[in-house]
C-alpha cells in the first residue's frame, strides 16, 4: 500500500508543481496518512497536508475525521496556515461543535492581535462559525473589533454582526450590536459606512417593521458623502438604501438627485441601475415643468443604452427593468429604438426581451422601421423568436392604428412564405386585427383560406374558425370550410371545438336556410358526444336560444363584441409603481412585488412613489395620486376584511358590471335603476317627475340642487340603502390591520401594535402587546398627550395577568371623545405613553379619522342643499381616487358601513353624482361630492367642510375604505 | 447576500463549489441543469433561474458556468458583476480562466474566494489588493516557496484597502517608469440587404497599463472630448473634473486597468469601414444554389483593414459549397453549417471575394432564412470615431515617464443581412 501512494506522489512530484496532486483519489487509509502528516513536526509537511485537506474539502469530500488534527495547526505565525485552518474550521464546525469550542481561545486572542489583519480575519472567522456555543464567545471580541482604532477591522466587525443576527437574532438585540452598527453610519471611514449600511439592511429585511434604517437628512448627507468615497459594491448598497427614503420636499429631492447623477457613469452597471432606482424614484416628486426635470429626463437614456452593449446577462437584467422603465416614463428612451433591435446571435432571451421593449416604443413615428424589423425577423432560425415576431407585429397594428394597414400586408407577405408556424402566428394575430378593426380588412380573407389545411396548432385553428363565423355572410363556402373541420370534432383540442361550436351556429344565424342540418350536427356532437361540461353547456345553452327565441339568440350571438384594448399586456400601475421602487432587484426582472416570491422577507412593506410637490396641477397630472405625506405612514392592508367581502356579496347582488352585454341585464337590476330614476325625479321638482329619462335635465345643474326640494322622498331609495346599511354595519366598517407602533426594540422588548376601529358606536383602540423581553411585564397602564379631537381612554388599561416572556396579550380599549382637545399635526396624531413595571414608553400613532364618523351622519336633503351652498368654495377640495373598480352602489353600500351616509344619487351623462355627508364626534359635519365615472377606475372626490383641514384626512379615508 | 458559487462544466459535472454562509446542497443545481437542458446552446441558458427556495444567478464564460446561489433579495446585476469579477481574477492570476487551471490552482482559488467575499458581502474585488493578499502563483515561486517554505499569502495588511486611493498599492517602485494607453474602438452595425445601415454604434474603451513609481496623479485631456457624452470611469477618475474641463484627471491604479469605457451612438458620427456585397441565390426545384460574395474597403480614413474574417450560419437545407476564394482560405462544416472564410487584408486594388456553388438537399424545398454574414477586421492606428488624446501630464512625481499612446478599431458585432 504504502510504495503505491508514494510512487503516486512522486508521479505528481515529476510532472506538475500544481495543487492539482491534492486531488488523488481518496483511497483508503489516506484520511490516516492525512493524519500522520498533520501531526508532523516539520511546518512544511504540515501546510502541504492542509492544504491537501482543504483540496478534498472543495470539492466535496468528507475530510471532517481530521478536526481536532486540523484545529491544532491553528496556533501558528504562518498567515497562510491560518487561513486554511479558518477555512476548514468554518466548513466543518458545524457538525463538530464540541471541537469547534476548542479554536475559540485563539479566536479571542487573535482579536488582540497587534496586527488588525489578524484582527480583522478572526472576527470574520468566528462570524462564519454557525454554532450556538461559538456566538456566545464572540460577543466581547466583536463589541471590541466594532470600535476598532482601524477601520479595516470596524468594516469587517459591521458585516460580522450581520452575521450573528442571522444566527442568533436575539443575541444581536439584547447585546446592543444594532445600535452601534447605526453608530458607525456616521463613521469617519466611507467602507466602513457602506457595510454598515449593507448590514443593517440585509437584517432590516428579517424586521420589516423595525426602523433600522432610520433615515433623515442628517443620515442622508452622510451617506451621500460616503457614496462619493466607498468602493463600487458600497455605492450599490447606499444607493438601494437611499432609495428607501422619502424626502422631505422637492428640493431635498432635487439635491439628492443632483448628488446621485454622477453615478450614471461607473463603470459597473449594478451602480448604474441602482443609481437609476434612486432617481426614478425622487424625480417623481420634482415639478415637471422644472428644468432639472427635463435635464434628468436626458441624462438617463444615455447609461441605459450603455447597459445594451454590455454582456448579455447584464443586457438581460437591463432589458427587463427597461421595459419597467419604458412603460413609466416612456419619453426617456423614445428616441433610441435603434439600440432595442436585434443581432441575430444575441441569446434568445435577449432577442424575446427587446422585442417585447420594441412594441412599447412603437409610434407612429418610427413605426416604418420597427415594421421592417420585425418583417426579417420573421425570417430567423428560431421558432420561439419568429413566432414572437410575428405576434409582434400584429401588437404594432393595434397600437399604432395608421400602421394597420401595412402591418395587414406585411403578414400577407409573411403567410406567402408558407412556413408553417409562421402562417399559423401570423392567423392567430389577424383575428386581433379584426376584432380591432372590424370591417376593414376583410378582404384578406380570401387568402387566409387558402393556408387552412396547414394549420395544425389549435390556437390557429380555433382562430381561422372564428374568422371564418365571424364573417360567415362574406364567405361562399364557409359551410363547406366549417363542415370539413367538423368531421374530425373528436380530436379537436376543447379551445377549437368550442370555437367550432359557436362559428357554425353563427353560420345558422346568418344564414339559416342552407346549415340547418350543420348546426344541428355540430349541437349533437357538443351535447351528446362530449363529456367537456362547457361544451355541453354551451351546446345547450345556443340550442335553447335557438328553439325558444331566435331573434334573442341572435342579439345574443351576433351581439356587437367591445373592442379589445390596445395594450394588453401593459403592468397595473400600482404594481408598475412598486416595481419601479424595486428597479435593479429580483422583483424587478420577475415583474412581480417582492412580497410575492422572496422568501424569508418576512411581510414585505410595500412601497409606492413620492408624490410630486405642488398640487395644482394634481387633476391634469396623471400619474400624482397621492398627495405628500400621506403614503408612507399607511401601510396597505393586504388582507381583505371581512367587511370587505360583504361589500362584495352586496355589490354582486345589486349591480351587475354595466359593461356586459345589454341583453343579458336582469330584471332586477332595471327595477334598481329605476327606483333611483325615479326618486331623483321626484327630487327634482315636479316638471318631469315620472319621466323615465334619467336626470337629463339635470345636466345644467351639476352640483346646485334645486334648493325648492318639497318633493316626497323616494321610500324605494331609502328602503334599498337601508338594505345594504342593515346587512353590512354590524361588521361591515373597514378596520386597518394591525401595525407596530412600538418595537420591541425601543420599549426594552415590549412590542406594541395595534390599529383602532368603530365598533356599535364606539371608538376602540385595539393593542397586541408582546413581550419580547426576558422577564415578566406587570403593572401595565396607557395615557395619551392631548390631540385634536379630544380622544382619551374611557377606561384603564385592561391586562389582567402579567406578560411573560414570549407572550402576547390581546387589549380593546375603549375610548371617549371628551379628553382635552389639542390641535396636532397632522391631525390625526396621537401620541400615547404606556407603562409597565420597566419603563415608560412613549410613540405616537395615527387614526383613521372614520373613527370619529357618529352613525347619526345622516344629513337631511334639503340641509344638505342648504349646506353645500353655505361652505364658500374655497373650502371645497378635490381629489381623484384611482383605481377604484367599484360601481357606485357598491360604492354607497361599502362607505355607508363606515357612517359615510348618500344622501342622494343622480346619474347624468353615464357619471353618477353621489352626495354624501359625514358627522364627526365634535359635531363638524363633511360634505362630499363623488362622482363615478362608468366604465373609468377613476372617482372624482369633492369634499367641502368648514374645516377645510379634514379634507385630507376624508380623502384618505375613502380611499382607504373603497379600495379594500 | 451572495450564499453560494457553483463552478459547472460543459459536460455537467461541478468541480468546485464555495459557500460563504451555512452550505447549501449542490442539489440545487439540478435546477440549473433542467433550464441548462431546455436551452439549445450554452448561451442561451436563461441567467436567472428561480428555484423553490433560492435563485441561481449565472454566466456562462470560457466553457464553464459560474452559477451563484441566492437567498433573499439581492440585485442580480450586483451578482453577475461580481461573478465578471471572479472571472477576471482567475484569468489575471492564471493566465486562462479553464477547468484545468482552477484545478491546478484549487487552493488559491479557494483563498481567492475567500478574500472576495466575507458572508456575501464584496470585501476585496480589486486586483491591486487581491495581489498584495494573496500572490499570482508562477512557476519560479511554486518552486521557491517548496524549497524555503515560504507561502502565497502576504504579511501584511492591503494598506491599498483602506487609503484614499483604495485601487492603488502603496510603495510602488519601477526602475522603467512608464504609461501606455490603448484607444480600442468596437463596431457594431447591422447592415441590411441592401448595405445601407440600420443601427451603428461604437464601443469605445481606453485601457491603460501604468507603472509608474509612488503616487502618480495624470491628467490627459483630448482633441475632441465633445464626443464622449456618454461615458463610464473607472473608479479612480474625478469625475467634477470630468463635468467641468473635460479632462480626465486621475492617480491610476498600479498595472492594466480599463480607464474609461464610452459609447457613441449618433449615427453621422459612425463611419463604416467595409462594405460586401453580395448574391446569394436559390432555385425553386433545383438542388443547387449560387453564392457570390466581396467584400471592399469603405471609410477607412486611408488605414489598411487588416484580420478580415466573414462567417455565417447556411441554411439547414446546404448540404455543401464549392466555392473558390480569391485570397484567404475558407472552410464549411456541413454538420454545423458554419462557414467562415479568413480573408486576412483588403487590398483595394484587387478586392477579395468569394464565389462558387451551393449543393443543396434533393427534392427539399428552398430555404425560407436568409444567411448574415458576421465580420470581424482590425485597422490599426485609427479609432474610426476620430477620438484623439491632446496630451497626458503628470503631477506629483518628478521623474519622466515614457508615454505611449495606440489607437485601434475592430469590428463588435457586425452583421450584414442578406
Request: proline content about 6%; hydrophobic content about 40%.
Amino acid at each position: 500500500m504504502e510504495w503505491a501512494s508514494q510512487l503516486c506522489e512522486n508521479r505528481h512530484i515529476g510532472s506538475k508543481m500544481t495543487d492539482s496532486k491534492y486531488f488523488t483519489t481518496t483511497k483508503k487509509g489516506e484520511i490516516f496518512e492525512l493524519k500522520a502528516e498533520l501531526n508532523s513536526d516539520k511546518k512544511e509537511k504540515k501546510k502541504e497536508a492542509v492544504k491537501k485537506v482543504i483540496a478534498s474539502m472543495t470539492v466535496g469530500k468528507d475530510v471532517s475525521a481530521l478536526f481536532p488534527d486540523v484545529v491544532n495547526c491553528m496556533q501558528t505565525d504562518n498567515l497562510e496556515l491560518k487561513k486554511l485552518v479558518y477555512l476548514y474550521l468554518m466548513n466543518y464546525a458545524k457538525s463538530q461543535p464540541d471541537m469547534a469550542i476548542m479554536a475559540v481561545n485563539t479566536f479571542v486572542k487573535d482579536c488582540e492581535d497587534p496586527n488588525p489583519l489578524i484582527r480583522a480575519l478572526a472576527v470574520r472567522t468566528m462570524g462564519c462559525i454557525r454554532v450556538d456555543k461559538i456566538t456566545e464567545y464572540l460577543c466581547e471580541p466583536l463589541r471590541k473589533c466594532l470600535k476598532d482604532e482601524d477601520p479595516y477591522v470596524r468594516k469587517t466587525a459591521a458585516v460580522c454582526v450581520a452575521k450573528l443576527h442571522d444566527i442568533n437574532a436575539q443575541l444581536v438585540e439584547d447585546q446592543g450590536f444594532l445600535d452601534t452598527l447605526k453608530d458607525l453610519i456616521s463613521d469617519s471611514n466611507p467602507m466602513v459606512v457602506a457595510n454598515a449600511v449593507a448590514a443593517l439592511s440585509e437584517i432590516a429585511e428579517s424586521h420589516p417593521n423595525s426602523n433600522l434604517l432610520d433615515l433623515n437628512p442628517q443620515s442622508i448627507n452622510k451617506l451621500l458623502t460616503a457614496l462619493n468615497e466607498c468602493t463600487e459594491w458600497g455605492q450599490i448598497f447606499i444607493l438601494d438604501c437611499l432609495a428607501n427614503y422619502t424626502p422631505r420636499d422637492d428640493r431635498e429631492s432635487q439635491s439628492i438627485c443632483e448628488r446621485v447623477t454622477p453615478r450614471l457613469s461607473h463603470a459597473n452597471s449594478a451602480v448604474v441601475l441602482s443609481a437609476v432606482k434612486v432617481l426614478m424614484k425622487f424625480m417623481e416628486m420634482l415639478p415637471k415643468d422644472l428644468d432639472y426635470y427635463g435635464t434628468l429626463l436626458k441624462k438617463l437614456a444615455p447609461p441605459l443604452v450603455t447597459l445594451l452593449s454590455a454582456e448579455p446577462e447584464l443586457q438581460y437584467v437591463a432589458l427587463r427593468n427597461i421595459n419597467l422603465i419604458v412603460q413609466k416614463r416612456p419619453e426617456i428612451l423614445k428616441h433610441e429604438m435603434k439600440v432595442f433591435f436585434v443581432k441575430y446571435n444575441d441569446p434568445i432571451y435577449v432577442k424575446l426581451e427587446k422585442l417585447d421593449i420594441m412594441i412599447r416604443l412603437a409610434s407612429q413615428a418610427n413605426i416604418a422601421q420597427v415594421l421592417a424589423e420585425l418583417k426579417e425577423y420573421a425570417t430567423e432560425v428560431d421558432v420561439d423568436f419568429v413566432r414572437k415576431a410575428v405576434r409582434a407585429i400584429g401588437r404594432c397594428a393595434i397600437k399604432v392604428e395608421q400602421s394597420a394597414e401595412r402591418c395587414v400586408s406585411t403578414l400577407l407577405d409573411l403567410i406567402q412564405t408558407k412556413v408553417n408556424y409562421v402562417v399559423q402566428e401570423a392567423i392567430v394575430v389577424i383575428k386581433d386585427i379584426f376584432r380591432k378593426y372590424p370591417n376593414k380588412y376583410e378582404s384578406v380573407i380570401a387568402t387566409l383560406c387558402e393556408n387552412l389545411d396547414s394549420l395544425d396548432e389549435p390556437e390557429a385553428r380555433a382562430a381561422m374558425i372564428w374568422i371564418v363565423g365571424e364573417y360567415a355572410e362574406r364567405i361562399d363556402n364557409a359551410d363547406e370550410l366549417l363542415e370539413s373541420f367538423l368531421e374530425g370534432f373528436h380530436d379537436e383540442s376543447t379551445q377549437v371545438q368550442l370555437q367550432l361550436l359557436t362559428a357554425i351556429v353563427k353560420l345558422f344565424l346568418k344564414k339559416p336556410t342552407e346549415t340547418q342540418e350543420l348546426v344541428q350536427q355540430v349541437l349533437s356532437l357538443a351535447t351528446q358526444d362530449s363529456d367537456n361540461p362547457d361544451l355541453r353547456d354551451r351546446g345547450y345553452i345556443y340550442w335553447r336560444l335557438l328553439s325558444t327565441d331566435p331573434v334573442a339568440a341572435k342579439e345574443v350571438v351576433l351581439a356587437e363584441k367591445p373592442l379589445i384594448s390596445e395594450e394588453t399586456d401593459l403592468i397595473e400601475p400600482t404594481l408598475l409603481e412598486e416595481l419601479i421602487c424595486h428597479i435593479g432587484t429580483l422583483a424587478s426582472v420577475y415583474h412581480k412585488p417582492p412580497s410575492a416570491f422572496v422568501e424569508g422577507s418576512r411581510g414585505v412593506q410595500h412601497r409606492r412613489l413620492p408624490a410630486r410637490a405642488g398640487s395644482g396641477e394634481s387633476s391634469e397630472s396623471p400619474d400624482v395620486g397621492q398627495p405628500v405625506g400621506a403614503v408612507p405612514d399607511t401601510p396597505p392592508a393586504v388582507i381583505p376584511s371581512q367587511g370587505d367581502l360583504l361589500g362584495d356579496l352586496l355589490n354582486l347582488d345589486l349591480a351587475p358590471p354595466t359593461s356586459s352585454a345589454p341583453t343579458v341585464t336582469p330584471s332586477m337590476q332595471m327595477g334598481a335603476m329605476d327606483l333611483l330614476g325615479g326618486g331623483l325625479d321626484s327630487l327634482l321638482g315636479g316638471d318631469i317627475a315620472g319621466s323615465p329619462a334619467m336626470g337629463a335635465g339635470l345636466a345644467s345643474a351639476p352640483v346646485v340642487m334645486p334648493a325648492s326640494l318639497g318633493a316626497p322622498v323616494s321610500s324605494g331609495l331609502d328602503d334599498l340603502f337601508d338594505l345594504g346599511g342593515g346587512v353590512g354595519m354590524p361588521t361591515g366598517a373597514f378596520v386597518v390591520p394591525k401595525t407596530i407602533w412600538l418595537p420591541a426594540m425601543k420599549a426594552k422588548g415590549l412590542e406594541i401594535s395595534g390599529t383602532f376601529a368603530r365598533r356599535a358606536g364606539v371608538i376602540q383602540m385595539e393593542l397586541s402587546l408582546t413581550n419580547k423581553a426576558m422577564s415578566v411585564m406587570t403593572d401595565f397602564a396607557i395615557q395619551f398627550n392631548r390631540n385634536s379631537f379630544g380622544l382619551a381612554p374611557a377606561g384603564p388599561l385592561q391586562v389582567l395577568t402579567p406578560l411573560s416572556p414570549n407572550q402576547t396579550t390581546e387589549i380593546s380599549l375603549p375610548l371617549s371623545n371628551v379628553g382635552p382637545v389639542m390641535k396636532m399635526e397632522p391631525l390625526n396624531n396621537l401620541q400615547v405613553a404606556v407603562k409597565n413595571n420597566i419603563d415608560v414608553f412613549y410613540f405616537s400613532c395615527q387614526y383613521p379619522i372614520s373613527i370619529l364618523f357618529v352613525e347619526e351622519g345622516k344629513m337631511e336633503r334639503q340641509v344638505f342643499l342648504a349646506t353645500w351652498k353655505d361652505i364658500p368654495n374655497d373650502n371645497e377640495t378635490q381629489y381623484q381616487i384611482k383605481d377604484c373598480h367599484l360601481n357606485s352602489d357598491a360604492a354607497t353600500t361599502r362607505l355607508q358601513s363606515s357612517n359615510i351616509f348618500t344622501i342622494a344619487k343622480r346619474t347624468v351623462e353615464g357619471q353618477d353624482m353621489l352626495y354624501q355627508s359625514i358627522k364627526l364626534t365634535n359635531g363638524i359635519w363633511v360634505l362630499v361630492e363623488l362622482r363615478v365615472q362608468t366604465g373609468s377606475p377613476n372617482y372624482m372626490l369633492s369634499v367641502k367642510c368648514r374645516a377645510p383641514e379634514v379634507a385630507q384626512l376624508v380623502y384618505q379615508c375613502y380611499e382607504m375604505v373603497l379600495k379594500n | 447576500m451572495i450564499h453560494s458559487l457553483f463552478l459547472v462544466n460543459s459536460s455537467g459535472d461541478i468541480f468546485l463549489e464555495k459557500h460563504w454562509k451555512s452550505v447549501v446542497s449542490r442539489s440545487v443545481c439540478d435546477y440549473f441543469f433542467e433550464a441548462q437542458e431546455r436551452a439549445s446552446e450554452p448561451e442561451n441558458v436563461p441567467p436567472v433561474i428561480p428555484t423553490p427556495h433560492h435563485y441561481l444567478i449565472n454566466v456562462f464564460r470560457h466553457k464553464i458556468f459560474f452559477v451563484a446561489v441566492i437567498q433573499t433579495e439581492v440585485p442580480p446585476l450586483f451578482v453577475i458583476e461580481f461573478l465578471h469579477r471572479v472571472v477576471d481574477t482567475f484569468q489575471d492570476y492564471f493566465g486562462v480562466c479553464s477547468e484545468a487551471a482552477i484545478k491546478d490552482n484549487v487552493v488559491v482559488v479557494y483563498e481567492l474566494l475567500e478574500e472576495m467575499l466575507d458572508n456575501g458581502f464584496p470585501l476585496a474585488t480589486e486586483s491591486n489588493i487581491l495581489k498584495e493578499l494573496i500572490k499570482p502563483p508562477t512557476i519560479l515561486r511554486t518552486v521557491v516557496n517548496t524549497i524555503t517554505g515560504s507561502t502565497n499569502v502576504g504579511e501584511q495588511l492591503p494598506t491599498g484597502q483602506l487609503s484614499v486611493v483604495p485601487w492603488r498599492r502603496t510603495g510602488v517602485k519601477y526602475t522603467n517608469n512608464e504609461a501606455y494607453f490603448d484607444v480600442v474602438e468596437e463596431i457594431d452595425a447591422i447592415i441590411d440587404k441592401s448595405g445601407s445601415t440600420i443601427t451603428a454604434e461604437i464601443q469605445g474603451v481606453i485601457d491603460a497599463c501604468v507603472k509608474l513609481t509612488g503616487m502618480p496623479d495624470l491628467t490627459l485631456s483630448f482633441m475632441n472630448p465633445r464626443l464622449l457624452d456618454d461615458v463610464s470611469f473607472h473608479p479612480c477618475v474625478r469625475f467634477k473634473r470630468w463635468e467641468a474641463e473635460r479632462i480626465l484627471s486621475f492617480i491610476p491604479p498600479d498595472g492594466n486597468f480599463r480607464l474609461l469605457s464610452y459609447h457613441v451612438s449618433s449615427q453621422n458620427l459612425v463611419a463604416i469601414p467595409v462594405y460586401v456585397k453580395h448574391n446569394i441565390t436559390f432555385r425553386e426545384g433545383s438542388s443547387q444554389g449560387r453564392f457570390e460574395l466581396t467584400l471592399g474597403p469603405k471609410q477607412t480614413m486611408g488605414k489598411a483593414v487588416e484580420s478580415v474574417l466573414v462567417s455565417s450560419q447556411m441554411p439547414r437545407g446546404v448540404l455543401n459549397v464549392n466555392l473558390t476564394p480569391s485570397q484567404g482560405t475558407y472552410t464549411f462544416d456541413p454538420v454545423t453549417k458554419l462557414l467562415s472564410w479568413d480573408v486576412g487584408k483588403i487590398n483595394p486594388q484587387k478586392l477579395p471575394s468569394l464565389k462558387g456553388s451551393m449543393s443543396l438537399q434533393t427534392g427539399a424545398s428552398k430555404p425560407d432564412e436568409n444567411p448574415t454574414f458576421n465580420i470581424q477586421f482590425k485597422i490599426q492606428q485609427l479609432a474610426i470615431s476620430g477620438l484623439k488624446v491632446n496630451r497626458l501630464d503628470m503631477y506629483g512625481e518628478k521623474y519622466k515617464p515614457f508615454k505611449g499612446i495606440k489607437y485601434m478599431t475592430k469590428a463588435g458585432k457586425f452583421q450584414v443581412r442578406t
